[in-house]
């Protein structure tokens, strides 16, 4: 069972350039999230998914895009990366609302934009 | 996190005991999580309120109190192992989210 998977681990980017962060779980969770983490700062979410077909923004969407085709893949688009984008991205699924679910989180993807 | 807060950093010495508040916003209240993360590493949970009282894992408890809006995450015989962020993180009621709090930076020296 390998949770939540997350591809890469690292990325340089140049400004300008595109990206997809990849993020996968196999614990057939139906909410899936994608959240960016500043030094010293918290987790600030991006953009969530409650399902298959289903996406919405979070606090912080400005520069991103994502998509949900199938349960299991939820992966997160960098369209014009900027400095400001420099970040841990984690990519995070629980099984559904309420509850004692707490996220699983995937290992986290280290993106700097030079 | 908007919210909720938290202390930024703590200093405590192996083997003692140390208490970690979180206060947040009451309205919508549906429980309140603490994970751990390790520098360089991603969060892992470490417990679930929902009713208000102090929950026992082994050498961490949680408290909750509803009417204060508070929270505490209780770390006891301190390991240095335990040198973490402490997040405190509240999935407002009505959301499909966690909000979380900017994390407590736990140092514990020898």
């Known amino acids: 069972n390998a949770g939540v998977t997350q591809t890469p681990k690292f990325r340089i980017l140049k400004i300008g350039q595109s990206m997809t962060l990849q993020c996968t779980q196999d614990?057939?969770?139906?909410?899936m999230y994608w959240y960016r983490q500043d030094p010293g700062m918290g987790l600030k979410l991006i953009y969530y998914?409650?399902?298959?077909?289903?996406?919405d923004k979070g606090e912080v969407p400005n520069g991103y895009n994502v998509s949900r085709s199938t349960t299991e893949d939820f992966p997160l688009r960098l369209e014009l990366a900027a400095p400001s984008q420099t970040s841990v991205y984690f990519c995070?699924?629980?099984?559904?609302?309420?509850?004692?679910?707490?996220?699983?989180f995937g290992s986290g993807t280290r993106l700097t934009v030079v | 996190g908007q919210n909720i807060d938290q202390p930024t950093e703590m200093t405590a010495t192996e083997g003692a005991i140390v208490q970690i508040n979180c206060t947040y916003q009451?309205?919508?209240?549906?429980?309140l999580f603490w994970y751990q993360q390790h520098a360089g590493e991603a969060p892992t949970f470490l417990s679930y309120?929902?009713?208000?009282g102090l929950e026992e894992k082994g050498r961490f408890s949680s408290f909750l109190s509803r009417s204060k809006g508070y929270s505490y995450l209780l770390l006891k015989e301190l390991q240095m192992k335990d040198s973490a962020s402490y997040l405190c993180?509240?999935?407002?009621?009505?959301?499909?989210?966690?909000?979380f709090g900017k994390g407590t930076k736990l140092s514990v020296i020898p």
């Open positions: 995070a699924s629980r099984p559904g609302q309420g509850g004692d679910y707490g996220y699983t």
């Open positions: 614990m057939n969770h139906n909410y």
């Open positions: 998914s409650v399902g298959a077909g289903i996406t």
């Open positions: 009451t309205s919508g209240f549906n429980g």
């Open positions: 309120n929902v009713l208000d």
């Open positions: 993180a509240d999935p407002r009621a009505g959301s499909y989210q966690l909000t």
